[in-house]
């Protein structure tokens, strides 16, 4: 059992005298500078040579694979090579800050960011446009389906999110089953604040969830976007409008998206605390019941959604006093393109499918060494690369016959092809309810993806279905 970090009277007074995580904002600024010149002086070439290599059939990602498709697909793998080789991510969030305010000038540079507010991918102009109308969507100046919560109070700071404090060797971690190595999570962390958004079935014409006295009435999705923790953000052009706003609208449900922070500015496990505080938020802020809430992401986000699950099964019913039940309530999972090892090694798919896919290997190595991964980083984490905190594919038959119903997606042509195959039998081999959707001829994440928009929404309305399934229709419903 993890001990109660309440009753630890030193680590109470510094949480208490504790400040919040301050950004190096100048190395990612410049690194934000290089990314756009470099990619202003070689788009043109890039478009004209993928271009070419499109309208050739023989010369696509894929045989099967659309003119239109195909130069997407080399265009996005394009770009991400851009961001591996200069390491552009966008710039923390900032409450109150410029990107944050309604008008051309906030839009503008969230836009110059990545970050959002989104729209559809466009011609610049337009793009900007749509941005600007994003930013001033809802009545007022304020935008309410932007949202900033608090960090989890210090009860849950225990097992893999046990907090570090005082001077020299980061202690122990104490009393917990699947981690005993260095307490990793930095004090400041507990007095930062996240941001998240809402995305929902009507689009503008819906106002996000409130606290209601009887309860909420229908379920929502909590949701982490992908990129490999290192890249993008819940409010940007692919992970909000393309990605969540469709999955809102397609599947009949509320979504929650959390923008927590990247690495190496968070470093493992530093997402999972802010996945956790966006849980806690839907939970005692707004009063959803567990069983109202599927925990899903994306690729990255996959891998987040199963360890906030891992978390709240192991730690969660200490935390409320509820040991005796040891089942996450969640009514069910969504996984798509889900990361789930952290080697390329073992996965045959990942070489073979390099030349058909969006995204490099390159690009997931840069993802686990600025998350602090691996031997070089033993003496912070001592995690091997094979733990299933860090490669949920490594599961054992026993603890993934405690999970929870899965909607797992996969594109037919992606590098993560076979590690979610091999997460899926596993999962069945422990009798765990497992709903595995294959798209043929699609690459990684294509969900993000505005030309492969029409397989996607036809995933996200199969999901919607499969969640009417795992709900307890009374006292609440989802909306048709």
């Not at 304020?142 to 109070?153: E, G, I, K, L, Y």
């Not at 923790?229 to 969540?244: N, P, R, Y």
């Not at 699609?442 to 009417?468: C, E, I």
Request: hydrophobic share 40%.
């Amino acid at each position: 059992m993890s001990p109660d970090p309440t009753r630890d009277e030193a680590l109470v007074a510094a949480v208490k005298s504790a400040k919040p995580p301050r950004p190096n904002k100048w190395r990612p600024l410049l690194r934000l500078l290089i990314f756009h010149f470099l990619t202003v002086g070689t788009l043109p070439i890039a478009f004209l040579a993928n271009f070419i290599r499109a309208a050739i059939p023989f010369l696509r990602p894929h045989r099967r694979m659309s003119f239109v498709a195909a130069l997407g697909t080399l265009m996005v793998r394009y770009s991400i090579r851009m961001m591996v080789l200069t390491s552009f991510q966008p710039l923390p969030p900032r409450e109150h800050g410029w990107r944050e305010q309604p008008g051309l000038i906030g839009a503008s540079l969230a836009t110059l960011n990545m970050s959002g507010p989104g729209s559809r991918v466009a011609h610049p102009l337009l793009t900007l446009k749509a941005a600007t109308k994003q930013a001033h969507k809802q009545s007022g100046k304020r935008r309410n389906d932007r949202v900033w919560f608090d960090a989890p109070q210090l009860p849950y700071y225990r097992g893999i999110l046990t907090l570090k404090h005082g001077k020299g060797e980061p202690q122990k971690v104490q009393g917990c089953s699947t981690y005993n190595g260095p307490a990793m999570v930095d004090i400041a962390w507990t007095k930062s604040r996240t941001r998240g958004f809402w995305f929902l079935p009507n689009g503008e014409k819906q106002h996000p969830p409130a606290r209601e006295p009887g309860g909420q009435k229908e379920p929502v999705v909590l949701y982490f976007h992908g990129g490999a923790g290192v890249t993008f953000s819940a409010g940007d052009l692919f992970m909000g409008e393309v990605l969540a706003s469709n999955l809102a609208k397609s599947s009949k449900l509320p979504v929650f998206s959390v923008d927590y922070n990247l690495a190496p500015y968070a470093p493992f496990p530093i997402p999972l605390v802010q996945a956790l505080g966006g849980y806690l938020y839907l939970t005692d802020t707004l009063g959803y019941r567990p069983d109202q809430i599927f925990i899903g992401g994306d690729s990255f986000g996959s891998h987040l959604t199963l360890a906030l699950e891992r978390y709240l099964r192991l730690e969660m019913p200490e935390v409320r006093g509820d040991v005796e039940n040891q089942t996450i309530a969640a009514p069910g999972l969504l996984l798509l393109s889900p990361w789930l090892s952290t080697l390329n090694d073992p996965w045959k798919s990942r070489p073979a499918n390099i030349g058909s896919d969006i995204i490099t290997l390159t690009y997931g190595d840069w993802g686990v060494e600025s998350m602090q991964l691996g031997p070089k980083y033993e003496k912070r984490c001592s995690l091997d690369l094979l733990d299933p905190w860090l490669s949920p594919v490594y599961k054992s038959v026993e603890e993934m016959s405690q999970l929870p119903p899965m909607f797992v997606g996969n594109g037919g042509v992606e590098v993560l092809l076979d590690e979610g195959k091999e997460f899926v039998r596993k999962a069945r081999q422990a009798k765990a309810d497992v709903t595995h959707v294959i798209t043929p001829f699609q690459p990684h994440d294509f969900y993000t993806l505005p030309f492969a928009l029409p397989h996607s929404r036809k995933v996200y309305t199969q999901f919607g279905h499969w969640a009417r399934k795992h709900v307890d229709y009374a006292p609440y419903v989802i909306s048709s």
